[in-house]
Structure formats: C-alpha cells, structure tokens
C-alpha cells in the first residue's frame, strides 16, 4: 500500500521556519516527480512548489519564491520543504503528493498520491 506521511508542521511566528517532511512506502518514488500543496479554510488546494525525479528542476508559486525551497533525498524515498520568513498568509494544511510520471507539474490534477497533510499555522 502506497502512503506518503507529512511530519514537521506546527505553530510558528511570522519570520520563523519550518522544514517539512513527506515520507513515502509501499514503493520508490525515486522516478517520480513530487510537490507540495495547500489549502488554507475556506480556499481550494492550491499549488506550492515541485521538484522532478532526480531534483535537477524545481518549481514555485509566486508568493513562495525565495522563501521556500524544496528538495528530495531518493535514497531516504523523502520529499521536504523548507520553509523560510513565513508569513499570517502561509498558514494551511500542507500535503505532500507523487504523480506517476518523472516530470513536475504545477496542477493538483496531475498528481496521483496524496498524503493526509499537516498543519502549519503562523501568528502575526
């Protein structure tokens, strides 16, 4: 059975960090793109960043850019997400996702794995 499992997430200030986790079993995600989403109450997922199989490509939303950084260690079958000088606005359930093919993409329709997500909050 295929799970990916977020850890890292919590209750932070504005200007803080947090590095998130997204742990994958039941298979290699090694050739697999990988991204993160999320979505705050009230909103639709939205799209935070992506990284293709071998991490030479990554992807960001605007309003993320220079201030998150994704990155994967195949060896550990782990995604992460480092996320710097976070703002009221990031606040969200964040979720970890896998497509089946080895190239990044920016739609959540295009993702095939999902995780169960974790909660980032950020006071002001």
């Known amino acids: 059975q295929v799970q990916l499992v977020e850890s890292g997430g919590g209750l932070v200030q504005a200007g803080s960090s947090l590095r998130l986790s997204c742990a994958a079993s039941?298979?290699?995600?090694?050739?697999?793109?990988m991204g993160w989403f999320r979505q705050a109450p009230g909103k639709e997922r939205e799209f935070v960043a992506a990284?293709?199989?071998?991490?030479?490509?990554?992807y960001y939303k605007d309003s993320v850019k220079g201030r998150f950084t994704i990155s994967r260690d195949n060896a550990k079958n782990t995604v992460y997400l480092q996320m710097d000088s976070l703002k009221p606005e990031d606040t969200a359930v964040y979720y970890c996702?896998?497509?089946?093919?080895?190239?990044?993409?920016?739609?959540?329709?295009?993702?095939?794995?999902w995780g169960q997500g974790t909660q980032v909050t950020v006071s002001s």
């Open positions: 990284i293709n199989w071998s991490g030479t490509y990554t």
């Open positions: 996702a896998a497509r089946d093919y080895s190239g990044l993409a920016y739609s959540l329709y295009e993702y095939h794995y």
């Open positions: 039941g298979r290699t995600f090694s050739n697999n793109a």
